[in-house]
């Protein structure tokens, strides 16, 4: 299945390179280019992309005020929304919470490898949350510091059955669904099921927030 990309940077000449770089893979299509986040959320709007690859400083309104915007809107709509990829040349921890916060599903630095980019389009398609490994490694230690003595939240996971608690813990830990399964013991498309349940009883978008849940609410760590 072709997955539709559009993307938004102030910067003609990297919106060109980016979309010559996506385009060259024949899953992926761009089907449109924005200077600016009114124009990205505009043309999202219009175009119902699966991905944005999304620049943070960019003229009229910002990347991140521009994925809030997208990722609010009515998930009801014709296609759900698109998945947001965050692509930047600044590697600071607040543009990394503020992109999760918004909704982000993906944040990437733009001097990482071309492959890297094409499979996190894929990874953010599927559904996966997709960090650098730097940020990866910064945002956990960040948040093990900050969540230290806190113990975990029964409430917050009341819905949750023990074996849906098991794999919220180890989507926090970066797993991927065959990762869960061959830790647990259990076959993928088992996992791929309680991932599923995961999201929906806790209301969250994707494996991103899943992440961010589990180490606001202590269960790393258990």
């Given at each position: 299945?072709?997955?539709?990309?559009l993307i938004?940077?102030?910067?003609?000449?990297?919106?060109?390179?980016?979309?010559?770089?996506?385009?060259s893979?024949?899953?992926?299509?761009?089907?449109g280019?924005?200077?600016?986040?009114?124009?990205?959320?505009?043309?999202?709007r219009?175009?119902?992309?699966?991905?944005?690859?999304?620049?943070?400083?960019?003229?009229?309104?910002?990347?991140?005020?521009?994925?809030?915007?997208?990722?609010g809107?009515?998930p009801?709509?014709?296609?759900?929304?698109?998945?947001?990829?965050?692509?930047?040349?600044?590697?600071?921890?607040?543009?990394?919470?503020?992109?999760?916060?918004?909704?982000?599903?993906?944040?990437?630095?733009?001097?990482a490898?071309a492959?890297?980019?094409?499979?996190?389009?894929?990874?953010?398609?599927?559904?996966?949350?997709?960090?650098?490994?730097?940020?990866?490694?910064?945002?956990?230690?960040?948040?093990?510091r900050?969540?230290?003595?806190?113990?975990?939240?029964?409430?917050?996971?009341?819905?949750?059955?023990?074996?849906?608690?098991?794999v919220?813990?180890?989507?926090?830990?970066?797993?991927?669904?065959?990762?869960?399964?061959?830790?647990?013991?259990?076959?993928?498309?088992?996992?791929?099921?309680?991932?599923?349940?995961?999201?929906?009883?806790?209301?969250?978008?994707?494996?991103?927030?899943?992440?961010?849940?589990?180490?606001?609410?202590?269960?790393?760590?258990?």
């Open positions: 299945m072709t997955i539709r990309v938004a940077d102030d910067q003609v000449m990297i919106r060109d390179g980016l979309a010559a770089l996506l385009s893979d024949p899953e992926i299509e761009v089907v280019q924005a200077g600016n986040g009114r124009e990205a959320v505009s043309l999202a219009e175009l119902a992309p699966d991905v944005v690859v999304m620049d943070i400083r960019m003229p009229e309104m910002d990347g991140l005020a521009a994925t809030a915007e997208l990722v809107d009515d009801g709509q014709a296609g759900g929304g698109p998945k947001v990829l965050v692509l930047t040349t600044f590697d600071l921890d607040e543009y990394v919470y503020e992109a999760l916060g918004a909704g982000a599903s993906g944040f990437l630095l733009k001097d490898p492959a890297d980019l094409v499979q996190g389009v894929r990874v953010v398609a599927s559904g996966d949350a997709l960090l650098a490994p730097s940020i990866t490694r910064r945002l956990i230690s960040d948040f093990a900050r969540r230290r003595h806190q113990r975990p939240s029964p409430a917050a996971t009341a819905a949750l059955t023990p074996r849906e608690r098991d919220l813990r180890l989507i926090a830990r970066g797993m991927s669904n065959g990762e869960i399964a061959a830790e647990l013991v259990l076959a993928e498309q088992t996992v791929k099921t309680h991932v599923g349940h995961v999201l929906t009883k806790l209301g969250l978008r994707d494996r991103t927030q899943a992440v961010v849940f589990a180490y606001e609410n202590g269960l790393v760590g258990e």
